[in-house]
T-cell receptor, first 112, second 113 residues
């Protein structure tokens, strides 16, 4: 299928290692943040979200950290697997607007 | 979650023509959006498709270029009008379900020659 994110920053990790993907957001009024995973030829898939009244949230193998002071968001993936290879986007929204502003994206490549 | 389908999945079109993209959801949703993803880029919101009223467009996008219909709570169309090669992109619809969770369709991959 057609690839997306051909010119995006790339993070390469060994299978089984932990991955950390970072995102800087722009709007200090943003109060809701989401991480999406986009595999080649597919639409973005919801991974995990976090509200601004929290600084950490955990899901299955994933953790999102929010640092509002420096407007920074990170996604940690534990024990990465080949199926984690994709482009990862952070997105922000504010004041219940529901329309999302997406970050640049990072391509995650898993080495066997 | 919601099951979202888009038609066509991809198309190759000639300059100056128009293409209408369909988005179908398997449940009634209030909020539906259309995004564009240019090659190697992130997603940019085009407009919010409002049921029963005109779409709300983001800065840089206009109704004449991207007319949108939303006849009911499960369906919307986006037309890319008078296409040029710069319109080559992936076009995605999305819907909002409970508590702000936004889900995306598989996208329509458009190439304009």
């Amino acid at each position: 299928g057609e690839s997306v994110g051909l010119h995006l920053p790339t993070l390469s990790v060994q299978e089984g290692d932990n991955s950390i993907i970072n995102c800087a957001y722009s709007n200090s009024a943003s109060d809701y943040f989401i991480w999406y995973k986009q595999e080649s030829g597919k639409g973005p898939q919801f991974i995990i979200d976090i509200r601004s009244n929290m600084d950490k949230r955990q899901g299955q193998r994933v953790t999102v950290l929010l640092n509002k002071t420096v407007k920074h968001l990170s996604l940690q993936i534990a024990a990465t697997q080949p199926g984690d290879s994709a482009v990862y986007f952070c997105a922000e929204t504010y004041q219940g607007a529901q329309k999302l502003v997406f970050g640049q994206g990072t391509r995650l490549t898993i080495n066997p | 979650s919601a099951v979202i389908s888009q038609k066509p999945s991809r198309d190759i079109c000639q300059r100056g023509t128009s293409l209408t993209i369909q988005c179908q959801v398997d449940s009634q949703v209030t909020m539906m959006f259309w995004y564009r993803q240019q090659p190697g880029q992130s997603l940019t919101l085009i407009a919010t498709a409002n049921q029963g009223s005109e779409a709300t467009y983001e800065s840089g996008f206009v109704i004449d270029k991207f007319p949108i219909s939303r006849p009911n709570l499960t369906f919307s169309t986006l037309t890319v009008s008078n296409m040029s090669p710069e319109d080559s992109s992936i076009y995605l619809c999305s819907v909002v379900l409970d508590v702000n969770e936004q889900f995306f369709g598989p996208g329509t991959r458009l190439t304009v020659l």
